[in-house]
């Protein structure tokens, strides 16, 4: 098993460009995650997802939008990159409230 | 407001050394706390999970503890290797229908030869 894959690693964005990050999962998890991990700081809670076709926002959702068409992929979009947005991008999955299996990372720039 | 507190926020220790990171914690209501270990550079990888039930548990050279009274957890690392380098991080999950978790800034430790 993969587990949880990211693409990419790294990205740079100039200011209002868009972009969409991917992840994808091969434990058959139900439940789906994006965080942002500033430096300094906790993980924040993006949006989450409980099942295909399900989504709801976290904490800082503002600036991103996600979609669950399946239950293996959860990417995350970024319209019109603003420097705050500027972080290091975790996905994780879970079998419904259980440990939280996290990707590997996108680590992205907006300048 | 619910928060997840760490100290130290830093650590240097010789290997084969012990160690102790704390973990305060105000989330309510709780379900469980867990302790995550993060690489330079990699997502976190769960270490343990306790429930409000559990004192202790082990995993391998780690050993985390939970005072629920208190609301304190530490996590104690045995006969340290160059490979604990890392930042630890705590998180307690909501008792709520999705469990969010919150989580703390992070020890960062450095395990010097």
């Known amino acids: 098993n993969a587990g949880v894959t990211q693409t990419p690693k790294f990205r740079i964005l100039k200011i209002g460009q868009s972009m969409t990050l991917q992840c994808a999962q091969d434990?058959?998890?139900?439940?789906m995650y994006w965080y942002r991990q500033d430096p300094g700081m906790g993980l924040k809670l993006i949006y989450y997802?409980?099942?295909?076709?399900?989504?709801d926002k976290g904490e800082v959702p503002n600036g991103y939008n996600v979609s669950r068409s399946t239950t293996e992929d959860f990417p995350l979009r970024l319209e019109l990159a603003a420097p705050s947005q500027t972080s290091v991008y975790f996905c994780?999955?879970?079998?419904?409230?259980?440990?939280?299996?996290f990707g590997p990372g996108t680590r992205l720039t907006v300048l | 407001k619910n928060q997840v507190e760490q100290s130290p926020q830093s650590l240097i220790i010789l290997e084969g050394k012990n160690c102790t990171l704390q973990?305060?914690?105000?989330?309510?209501?709780?379900?469980?706390l867990r302790w995550y270990k993060q690489d330079t550079g990699r997502g976190p990888v769960s270490l343990t999970i306790?429930?409000?039930?559990?004192n202790t548990k082990s995993n391998g050279r780690y050993t985390a503890t939970l005072d629920a009274d208190t609301k304190q957890s530490s996590l104690h690392i045995t006969a340290s290797q160059l490979s604990d380098s890392a930042s630890y991080i705590c998180?307690?999950?909501?008792?709520?229908?999705?469990?969010?978790?919150?989580f703390g800034t992070g020890t960062r430790l450095l395990v010097s030869p």
């Open positions: 994780a999955s879970s079998y419904s409230t259980g440990e939280q299996f």
């Open positions: 434990m058959n998890h139900n439940y």
């Open positions: 997802s409980v099942g295909a076709g399900i989504t």
């Open positions: 973990c305060n914690y105000t989330v309510s209501p709780f379900s469980n």
């Open positions: 306790m429930t409000f039930s559990e």
């Open positions: 998180v307690v999950s909501e008792n709520t229908g999705f469990q969010k978790l919150v």
